[in-house]
């Protein structure tokens, strides 16, 4: 896999985000678990040409993580503005008997606002890029040959 993973400033919301890189196509993956963005860059389809690119980019309106007691997973990026409905189909889901409360949340952001609705998110969450990626930097070294990889974390 010729990919490299990197924390990198979301272009959204101006906290971490988590890009894959393909060095050798030049595709390349954008999602953040802050606000909810996601963008993509992949070849397009069809074609042999290694510069004919299809873009994509979505508005972040934020994320639903829900940690079931047996460890899984699940996590919902949103790129529209949540209905009321929907949000009381998430509510009743964060409420259910499988769901570890402590660490699941769910997060609104709107005209560049994080409204927490449900649980709590990680330290992390609330740091900007900058903030979060001296953290890193502290936490795990800055090793001088790829010190344009920022460690990912939650
Ligand atoms: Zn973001």
């Known amino acids: 896999m010729a990919s490299i993973y990197s924390a990198i ?29 996601n963008y993509t860059k992949i ?12 873009e994509d980019s979505r508005e972040g309106h934020g994320v639903f993580s829900l940690m079931k007691k047996d460890g899984k997973r699940e996590m919902r990026l949103f790129n529209h503005r ?4 929907a949000l009381e189909t998430y509510k009743r889901m964060f409420l259910g008997n499988s769901v ?3 660490k699941s949340y769910l997060i ?6 994080f409204s927490i609705v449900l649980g709590s998110p990680s330290e992390n969450f609330y740091l900007s890029f900058e ?4 953290k890193m930097f502290k936490k795990y070294g800055n090793n001088n040959d790829f010190e344009f990889i920022v460690p990912i974390e939650e």
């Open 108 to 113: 609104m952001y709107e005209d560049e606002i």
């Open 131 to 134: 903030e979060y990626k001296e």
């Open 43 to 54: 070849l397009k389809e069809g074609s042999n040409d290694l510069n004919e690119f299809e």
């Open 9 to 37: 400033k979301c272009p959204y919301c101006g906290r971490s985000a988590i890009e894959d890189f393909n060095y050798t196509s030049d595709e390349k993956y954008i999602s953040c678990i802050r606000c909810g963005y």
């Open 82 to 85: 949540l209905s009321n409905d």
């Open 100 to 102: 570890d409360q402590e």
